[in-house]
C-alpha cells in the first residue's frame, strides 16, 4: 500500500500512519519531523521510539545526556540515529540549519538502554550489496541500524538503502511475516521509483512512503539519473525469528555464475 506524504514536508510533525488507521502494519507508526533553527520538541512516548536525523544539526537530550550532532544529508553520509525504550523523556532542538528526523515506534514494554548509535556504533555502517551478481543492476549500499542481534530487545529492524540510478533493490523479490515501511527520498528530488507491490507496482516519489503487510512480495527499481534514498523499518514479531523468502522462480539470479543477457551465451 502506498501512503502519499506532501512535499515539501509541513514545519512539526508529518504523521504518515499510525497503529489506529493502519492495524495492517501490526501496531508500527511513522512520520517525519521537519524542524526550522530555534525550534524544539519534546516527547515521552509509551513505545519503542528511533529517531532516525535525515539531514540536519540539532541536539537531543535524553537522560540528562545532550548530544549534539549533524549530517548534512542521508545520501552521502552514514546514519545518526537516537534508539530509546518506551516512557524515554527526549528532547530535540535544531540548530543552525533545516532540519528533518524520521520516526518510528512501536509497543514494547523490554527495558533496555537508551543509545545514540553514530555510524560506527551501527550493526553495519555500509554494505556494497548486489555485487558480482546481476550484472551489478542491484548493487546499493545498505545501513543497518540495529537488528536482534546486537540489541536482544528490540521489535525493529532497521536500517536505511542508497540505490544507485536506474538499478534495482531488494531483488529477487522476497517477502516475509513481518510488516515493512520505506519511505522515500530522491536526489534530484523530482526524480521517482517503481515499488513492486504484489502483483502490482507503484510510482514512488520524494518523501513517499510504502507500507508491505504480511506476505506481499516486494522489490525496488529507480529511474536512470536519479538517486534513491530509503529508509527501511520491519517490525519484529515477539520471540519470532525474522525470516526472508525469495520469489523461487527469479532466485536464480543470485547465483555469480548465472548467465544473464548480454552475456547469457
Not at 65 to 70: F, G, N, S, W, Y
Not at 159 to 171: A, I, L, M, R
Not at 221 to 249: N, Q
Amino acid at each position: 500500500m502506498k501512503y502519499s506524504a506532501k512535499n515539501p514536508l509541513q514545519r512539526g510533525y508529518n504523521p504518515m500512519v499510525s497503529a489506529q488507521e493502519n492495524p495492517e502494519m501490526m501496531g508500527m507508526e511513522f512520520g517525519v519531523y521537519a524542524m526550522q533553527p530555534g525550534d524544539r520538541a519534546v516527547f515521552d512516548e509509551p513505545q519503542e521510539v528511533v529517531y532516525d536525523l535525515l539531514f540536519g544539526e540539532v541536539t537531543f537530550r535524553w537522560g540528562g545526556k545532550p548530544r549534539t550532532v549533524r549530517r548534512a544529508d542521508c545520501f552521502h553520509e552514514d546514519a545518526i540515529v537516537l534508539h530509546v525504550p518506551q516512557n524515554t523523556h527526549v528532547e530535540i532542538e535544531c540548530l543552525g540549519e533545516p532540519t528533518e528526523i524520521a520516526i518510528a515506534r512501536t509497543a514494547n514494554p523490554r527495558a533496555f538502554e537508551p543509545r545514540l548509535l553514530l555510524p560506527d556504533d551501527c550493526l553495519f555502517r555500509r554494505e556494497e550489496r548486489g555485487i558480482g551478481v546481476m550484472n551489478g543492476m542491484a548493487r546499493r549500499d545498505t545501513r543497518t541500524f540495529f537488528d536482534r542481534s546486537n540489541c536482544p530487545e528490540t521489535n525493529f529492524y532497521i536500517g536505511e538503502v542508497v540505490h544507485e540510478p536506474g538499478k534495482w533493490s531488494s531483488f529477487p523479490s522476497h517477502t516475509h511475516v513481518e510488516p515493512e515501511l520505506y519511505y522515500y527520498k530522491f536526489l534530484p528530488e523530482d526524480g521517482f521509483g517503481l515499488a513492486e507491490y504484489g502483483d502490482d507496482a507503484y510510482k514512488v516519489r520524494h518523501n513517499d512512503l510504502m507500507g508491505m503487510p504480511d506476505g506481499v512480495t516486494h522489490a525496488q527499481a529507480c529511474v536512470p539519473g536519479y538517486a534513491e534514498f530509503y529508509l527501511w523499518c520491519i517490525r519484529l514479531r515477539d520471540d519470532v525469528p525474522f525470516a526472508s523468502r525469495f520469489t523461487p522462480e527469479y532466485e536464480w539470479v543470485n547465483d555469480p555464475a548465472a548467465r544473464i543477457f548480454p552475456n547469457e551465451r
